[in-house]
Each structure stands twice: as structure tokens, then as C-alpha cells.
């Protein structure tokens, strides 16, 4: 029943190594989101998905891909992880572009 | 966040009134959103307000939007222990983008 559901809750790796976060959500929204929160709890858009398509993509690295294989999943591939990549990542979802957006319980990544 | 700005610490006594201070960037936003973040969960929408709005109330919460200023306050009457989070003040930037502040960590004491 969880609106939106991303895995794994916690990730450890090692630098360089490449991994992937999975969200999927159930309340039928167009729009998903992927927000990054440093340890400062400082929260930052990195990308918006609208029906598949990429809105934004707020200066990421391009080691960070996202997919969005249908509106219900945004997935977060990310290659050769560095130190600074160590964040909590939410995933969200909105019915549209200027609505409230429901949030993931997160994914703690550490990189060590 | 660099275009929304909160103060970062508020301790209230069980009981009191909370007020949790918000400034803004952008006169255009359409809405300007209260999330609460409790440890080790996602962010969860507390309520909003639409920008030609004065005052929202919804039970404990009040919502206080002054748009001469770019100023918002959420007030939580009779703070309660379950209160003790962090709250994040976010504005909307256009289409598909919402702006955090750097959020207020409230402690409720006994």
C-alpha cells in the first residue's frame, strides 16, 4: 500500500563501484522526482521525469542516469560512485508540475 | 537552501506554541509548501498554501503568508513530542521544480 516505494533503504559501496536505486509509485501521478539530501539535511532537486520524459536536470553528473521505463518508475543509476555521492536519496511523485509532491522513505547511500 | 531561507533551530516547551519562520525567493511561486521530516523517514506534507492566500488554519497548524515580504510561518499550537522533526519550508521555481530551505529542526521538551 506504500504510495511510493524506492529500494534499497540502505546502500554501501566502495569507490568506483556503479549501482542503481529503484522507485516506483501507485498513486497514478504523471510527474516523478529525484532529490538528493546532504548531511546538512539540505535538499536538492536533481532530476524531474513527466510521462517518461526528462524535464529537469538540475546540472547532475553525468555519471548519474535516471530511467523512466513508465510514468510509475524512476530509476537512479549511478557509475563510479565518489566519496561526495554519499547522500539520502528520495524519490517523489505529483500529480503534475505545480503540485504537492508525496516523497520515499529515502536511501542512505554510503560510499566508502 | 540558497533561495529559501530558515532558522535552523527551535526548542519549545510540550504545551507552547511553535512558530517556524520562513522567507522566499520568488513573488511568482503558486504555492508554498510546509513538509515535516521525521529521523530516518521521507519528507511528509504537513500543508500549503496558495500564494493569494493570507492564512490557512487546519487543526493545529497555521499558516501565516505575507507576499510583501516573502514571508511564511507555520504555527503549531499545543506542541506535542510527536512535533520534534525537522520542517522544511519549499516554494515552487516553475513547472516540476520545488526549492527547499535548509530546514528548522524543532525539539519538544518535556
Known amino acids: 500500500d506504500t504510495a511510493v516505494s524506492q529500494t534499497p533503504k540502505y546502500l554501501v559501496t566502495q569507490m568506483g563501484n556503479d549501482k542503481s536505486i529503484k522507485c516506483e509509485q501507485n498513486?497514478?501521478?504523471?510527474?516523478m522526482y529525484w532529490y538528493k539530501q546532504d548531511s546538512k539535511k539540505f535538499l536538492k532537486i536533481m532530476f524531474s521525469?513527466?510521462?517518461?520524459?526528462?524535464?529537469i536536470n538540475e546540472t547532475v553528473p553525468n555519471r548519474f542516469s535516471p530511467k523512466s521505463p513508465d510514468k510509475a518508475h524512476l530509476n537512479l543509476h549511478i557509475n563510479s560512485l565518489e566519496l561526495g555521492d554519499s547522500a539520502v536519496y528520495f524519490c517523489?511523485?505529483?500529480?503534475?508540475?505545480?503540485?504537492?509532491?508525496?516523497f520515499g522513505s529515502g536511501t542512505q547511500l554510503s560510499v566508502l | 537552501g540558497e533561495d529559501v531561507e530558515q532558522s535552523l533551530f527551535l526548542s519549545v516547551r510540550e504545551g507552547d506554541s511553535s512558530v517556524i519562520n520562513c522567507t522566499y525567493t520568488?513573488?511568482?511561486?503558486?504555492?508554498l509548501y510546509w513538509y515535516k521530516q521525521e529521523p530516518g523517514a521521507g519528507l511528509q506534507l504537513l500543508t500549503y498554501i496558495f500564494s493569494n492566500m493570507d492564512m490557512k488554519q487546519d487543526q493545529r497548524l497555521t499558516v501565516l503568508l505575507n507576499k510583501k515580504d516573502k514571508h511564511l510561518s507555520l504555527r503549531i499550537a499545543d506542541t506535542q513530542t510527536g512535533d520534534s522533526a525537522i520542517y522544511f519550508c519549499?516554494?515552487?521555481?516553475?513547472?516540476?521544480?520545488?526549492?527547499f530551505g535548509a530546514g528548522t529542526t524543532v525539539t519538544v521538551r518535556a
Open positions: 498513486l497514478g501521478h504523471d510527474t
Open positions: 517523489a511523485s505529483s500529480p503534475g508540475s505545480n503540485e504537492k509532491l508525496f
Open positions: 519549499a516554494e515552487t521555481l516553475g513547472d516540476y521544480k520545488l526549492s
Open positions: 520568488d513573488s511568482s511561486s503558486t504555492y
Open positions: 521525469y513527466n510521462n517518461k520524459e526528462l524535464i
